[in-house]
């Protein structure tokens, strides 16, 4: 049976699910066991989570006479993403009368003039009486309109709107003491103006009385009650046209009231929520009456994928019903999700999000008989409904069964997975996309069949692309429960070695579910751990070497879809290795980006145009500070080849860190320079586990060189008797930043956990690979020295750069603010520092009172010589040392 029904639900009667709690408290609902009810052919099927029955075998009662609704009462109210995004619309729009009114003065006075010149036109008698009976309606209709809510027992409503009013009388008065005080004067002049026969006083800037009615009835919702709102917003048209024939405001100020009203308003709904309208399972059982059916009772059972809310529906005659309601509020959860996914990702690798109820509707009933249509194990639908103005519902027949999330690893037989790949196979044959195949969109029927759920966010006539997505998604769905060589082995019998190896370059996180991202990540973390605790206690007990341990670690390591990438080579050899191009933004660039814009502003606000001159650079000072740049180099070769016991060639050292240079600008610096020195180590010769035992050596010397080089030039600066008070300011916050910093890691548990974590797994058999080094102290000293060297080279060049530009700070103090606001910087994890890293110099120098005029050339000129003239030649040396097989 399909069809087709309107059931009324008005928002703002009292029938509405508003005032759900104007009534008695319903009774708390009490979960049945889970059984089916008897279908047509007598039987009674086992049941689980996804077809569980709201109680016992439906009485024989005759239709209507009761309908029994087990569900948990739902939120009393919902923030919409719609209510900030308007709310963020109405400041943007406040900020651009602001700003109109600043550029564009000779508009504004012009607009004013026309206005004087043509009012003397208006009659007096009619100003005045439009005048008074305008001041009366704009309080009389909000009164009038609050009285018929209270009569209907919609008081929460009204509350809101009284609430919001408040707000808004209040950042009235905010902004007329802003505007009377402290604003340009050409704002104050396009807000206020004299008003006629007084010329001691100016108008108020900000309606008193308007912005909070205009608050009130936006906050009241009068979307559904188009009478009440057409009369309130005439009175408020009109009393704001006879203000301004009356010369007592300006154009200007009533668009400002009027922003200032529906922002606040919308500011609040969003803040406190809206009252929740989603329909109720007793107007889901009269839907379903519409069309045909007769319900006898009804369960709420888990949500469906984007909070669709399912409902179990048992009938005095016919089978048992698995009904979905999509609403408005669901459409809007996730909101800001989707909209990241959209701008990061290619339109491919995104899911279509319907544009209004309708479409969401027509979209999934058009999923649902395609893929019966191509003969894939789906429920049927059977029937869908409009539910009143703000919602929807699909009508299948239930299957019965379980998720295959609930079911145990060693529960899920070869048999069931070829079921569901064969569902997916008809369905591509189709061109279909499920575009949801998780664990939640997978029930199992028995052992040997499976059926293919949540299809509402599927594609009709997808792309291969598209296509090839859905499969790498269930191989990984399949791998994550019963590993990589069996999803690849089944997957190869249903589909073919080709079709399972299009879907390698889709294997990245980026293009599978978010559910599917956070357990990847989880297993890599569980596995590590496990492999690391298993080998602390074989190394303990003497089962295993440091080294076998440390490779068993390596494999541990090793995430699950390159377990899958290597599991498809193997049937497919030639398959393509290249991942496809799935993001248009990387994050990483996002960050990059938002971090130069905030350095290009710190720069274009803290410099005069005639402040900043290459002309009087000091050359001298400059060419100091490059020969320390280059010094740098040799210094990290220093410190790398000092804690590797191995013999390691100087020369290539000193090129492999030039090249890191290359690699900071697609990497945070840190990170990029520990991969680096790990595969050049590596390809050394040494083995995985002790290069990285080196590299975690290397960095453990560092952090702990980095701390005592920053306590001793801080103590120096500190007993410095030059007066120089901006340094010792800048040394007292920057150990006191770097202290609370600790303390907060040390306080935040997860902060703390994922602190350990890393340190954890980085140093992890650095305590042996530092013993060895023991035995030759030559190559202590070399490490420590280099980590010295390297230091007083970096430092040495930011002290050369500001003396280049004529700042006057000791050295001990430029080392303070080196080893911190580099440290700070580079906390945040942008390619290379860059952005954070500039900010925080140019904002310690300036603290350490070098003017910003010396500063931020100063930065600019470090940052130049020590990131971006390195560039070119670490380019060269990336290749050349990939060129012969050191990198």
């Known amino acids: 049976m399909t069809g087709t029904a309107d059931v009324n639900v008005d928002k703002g009667s009292d029938e509405s699910a508003t005032d759900r709690s104007a009534g008695p408290e319903p009774e708390p609902p009490t979960v049945s066991p889970q059984r089916q009810a008897p279908g047509k052919d007598g039987h009674d099927d086992a049941q689980d989570g996804r077809g569980t029955a709201g109680g016992p075998p439906a009485p024989e009662e005759p239709p209507g006479e009761h309908l029994a609704v087990d569900e948990p009462l739902l939120a009393a109210r919902a923030h919409r993403p719609s209510d900030l995004l308007r709310f963020l619309a109405g400041v943007l729009g406040i900020i651009a009368v602001f700003v109109l009114a600043q550029v564009a003065v000779s508009t504004t006075t012009g607009i004013e003039t026309d206005i004087s010149s043509n009012a003397d036109k208006v009659p007096g008698m009619l100003s005045t009486i439009a005048a008074l009976g305008s001041s009366v309606a704009v309080l009389a209709v909000p009164l009038a309109f609050a009285v018929e809510r209270l009569i209907k027992r919609d008081g929460l409503r009204v509350a809101d709107g009284v609430l919001a009013s408040v707000l808004a009388y209040g950042v009235s008065l905010g902004i007329d003491w802003w505007v009377a005080a402290g604003a340009p004067q050409a704002i104050r002049d396009a807000l206020t103006q004299v008003p006629p026969g007084n010329t001691e006083t100016l108008t108020d800037p900000v309606h008193g009385y308007l912005a909070p009615v205009i608050a009130y009835m936006t906050a009241v919702g009068m979307s559904s009650r188009p009478r009440w709102r057409v009369a309130l917003w005439v009175v408020v ?124 509707l027509e979209q999934e009933a058009l999923i649902a008989y ?29 299957v019965a069964g379980r998720i295959l999330d609930e079911l145990p ?34 029930l199992v029927v028995d052992e040997k069949t499976g059926c293919l759920v949540n299809l ?195 020369g290539r050292t000193v090129a492999a860190q030039l090249a890191g240079s290359f690699v900071k600008l697609v990497a945070p610096a840190a990170i990029g320079g520990i991969a680096l020195n790990t595969r050049y180590l590596q390809k050394a010769g040494i083995r995985s586990g002790q290069a990285v035992a080196s590299v975690g050596a290397s960095q453990l010397a560092g952090l702990g060189g980095h701390l005592l080089l920053l306590f001793s030039f801080g103590l120096i600066t500190g007993t410095q008797k030059n007066g120089d008070l901006g340094a010792s300011r800048a040394v007292i916050i920057g150990v006191l930043s770097a202290a609370v910093l600790a303390l907060v890691v040390a306080a935040v548990a997860p902060l703390r956990r994922f602190v350990v974590t890393r340190v954890r797994s980085l140093f992890f058999g650095v305590v042996p690979r530092m013993l060895d080094l023991m035995q030759t102290p030559s190559k202590l000293v070399t490490g420590f020295g280099g980590i010295l060297l390297l230091t007083l080279s970096f430092t040495a060049c930011l002290y050369a750069s500001v003396r280049a530009f004529g700042g006057e700070m000791s050295y001990s103090a430029v080392a303070v603010v080196f080893l911190t606001a580099n440290a700070a910087g580079s906390a945040i994890p942008t390619p290379g520092g860059i952005g954070p890293v500039e900010i925080a110099l140019i904002g310690a120098l300036t603290v350490g009172n070098v003017p910003p005029s010396a500063a931020t050339p100063a930065v600019f ?20 040392l990939q060129r012969r097989g050191a990198l």
Do not use: C
């Open 237 to 360: 048209v009109l009393s704001g046209a006879t203000e301004l024939i009356s010369g007592y405001t300006t154009p200007l100020s009533l668009l400002l009231t009027v922003l200032i009203g529906w922002s606040v308003a919308y500011g609040t709904l969003y803040a406190i929520g809206s009252p929740n309208i989603r329909p109720t399972g007793k107007h889901l059982m009269i839907g379903l009456r519409k069309v045909g059916f007769t319900p006898s009772g009804a369960h709420r059972a888990p949500d469906a994928p984007g909070e669709t809310r399912r409902y179990l529906v048992t009938q005095y005659e016919g089978p048992l019903l698995d009904v979905h309601i999509i609403d408005r509020e669901q459409q809007a959860s996730g909101f800001f999700y989707r909209a990241w996914r959209r701008i990061r990702l290619r339109s491919v690798a995104v899911r279509r999000s319907p544009q209004s109820l309708r479409q969401a």
């Open 409 to 442: 690893d060693d529960e899920i037989p070869d048999d069931l997975m070829a079921s569901l790949w064969e569902s997916v196979a008809s369905l591509h044959e189709r061109r279909i996309a499920h575009r949801r195949l998780t664990g939640e969109s997978l």
């Open 370 to 398: 395609a893929a019966a249509a191509s003969g894939a194990r789906a429920p049927q639908l059977v029937a869908t409904s409009e539910l009143g103005p703000d919602a929807a519902i699909l009508v299948y027949e239930n």
């Open 456 to 650: 509402s966010g599927g594609d009709i006539a997808a792309g291969d692309l598209t296509l090839r997505i859905d499969i790498a998604q269930l191989l990984t769905t399949f791998a994550l429960r019963v590993g990589p060589e069996r999803s690849v082995d089944v997957a190869n019998r249903v589909l073919g070695a080709d079709r399972v190896a299009s879907a390698l370059p889709l294997l990245q996180p980026v293009g599978l579910s978010r559910s599917t991202r956070i357990d990847l990540q989880r297993m890599t973390k569980e596995r590590k751990a496990a492999a690391q605790a298993l080998a602390l206690e074989q190394v303990a007990a003497g089962e295993r070497t440091q080294e076998q341990a440390e490779e068993d670690i390596a494999a541990a390591g090793e995430d699950l879809l390159s377990r899958i990438r290597r599991q498809i080579l193997q049937i497919a050899p030639e398959a393509p290795l290249a991942p496809a191009k799935l993001e248009r933004l990387k994050p990483k660039t996002l960050i990059m980006v938002i971090a130069l814009t905030f350095a290009a502003y710190l720069a274009l606000t803290t410099i005069q145009p005639g402040q900043l001159k290459l002309s009087q650079m000091d050359w001298g000072w400059a060419a100091l500070a490059l020969a320390a740049a280059a010094a740098t180099y040799g210094a990290a070769a220093m410190s790398l080849t000092g804690f590797v016991p191995e013999k390691l060639p100087f």
């Open 861 to 880: 000129l470090y940052r130049l010589l020590t990131f971006w003239l390195p560039v070119l030649p670490g380019w060269i040396s990336y290749n050349v």
